[in-house]
């Protein structure tokens, strides 16, 4: 798989350095370069490829606002700051994610899996070897690693407040900070299925119906009456 190239824009050196060791611990991502000021990053923009910029906003000369507008062919933007106020300007020029400072590891993850997303739709999913490979996998963030987890070995997910358990084969339950809601948008939908407001399921891996539950080997799990409909239809 193809590495997404990052460039930070930062003025402060010890947010740099953060962002900096973020990145390194994402395996697709590669970073390019990192700027203290934002004519330095529009420089590496007009040179390099550029993927997903890490933007500051409140930097001297420019604002990451006024950079951001300069900028003809913009790369998926994430904005880095201190400031919640900045936080809808932001999205009015189509910022992907709005890391308010002090973010932690977990926070990061969400918003580069949302601006990964962002980059293949944007690049159409021209690179057939990175279509393959990103239909075969995903990440996700668990324990302060990332995590690979191939769609085939994955069971079922169960919803636990504000995180959510991956049931797998190979590696057992793993626990990240996930709503199933955006689980249910993100998993292939010819592949998975909510059955209940608290699971999603492998279609693939369900072995019977049994009244309102699905059977997954020795595991039962309960379908919920709104979804009832849909799971028979799918399943079997």
Do not use: W
Not at 112 to 133: F, I, P
Not at 218 to 230: F, L, M, N, R
């Amino acid at each position: 798989m193809k590495k997404l190239q990052c460039l930070i824009v930062e003025d402060e050196e010890l947010a740099r350095d953060l962002l900096e060791n973020f990145i390194q611990k994402i395996p697709h991502l590669e970073l390019v370069a990192k700027c203290e000021n934002p004519l330095s990053g529009m420089e590496i923009l007009r040179n390099k490829s550029i993927d997903i910029l890490f933007l500051d906003i409140q930097m001297p000369e420019l604002t990451g606002v006024e950079m951001l507008k300069l900028i003809p062919q913009k790369p998926v933007v994430i904005f880095t700051t201190a400031y919640p106020s900045y936080a809808l300007e932001g999205y009015q020029l189509n910022v992907t994610d709005y890391l308010l400072k002090p973010y932690s590891f977990d926070r990061f993850v969400q918003a580069v899996n949302k601006a990964s997303e962002m980059v293949r739709l944007k690049n159409g999913n021209t690179d057939s070897n990175q279509s393959t490979e990103t239909k075969d996998y995903f990440l996700v963030n668990s324990d302060h690693k990332v995590i690979k987890i191939k769609y085939a070995d994955l069971v079922y997910v169960e919803s636990m407040r504000e995180y959510v358990a991956y049931h797998t084969k190979a590696q057992g339950r793993i626990l990240s900070l996930m709503s199933l809601k955006k689980l249910e948008v993100d998993l292939p939908s010819d592949r998975f299925l909510r059955i209940h407001k608290s699971y999603i399921v492998s279609t693939e891996k369900v072995t019977a119906l049994e009244g309102n539950l699905v059977h997954i080997g020795e595991t039962k799990i309960p379908i919920g009456a709104s979804y009832k409909d849909q799971v028979t239809g799918r399943i079997f």
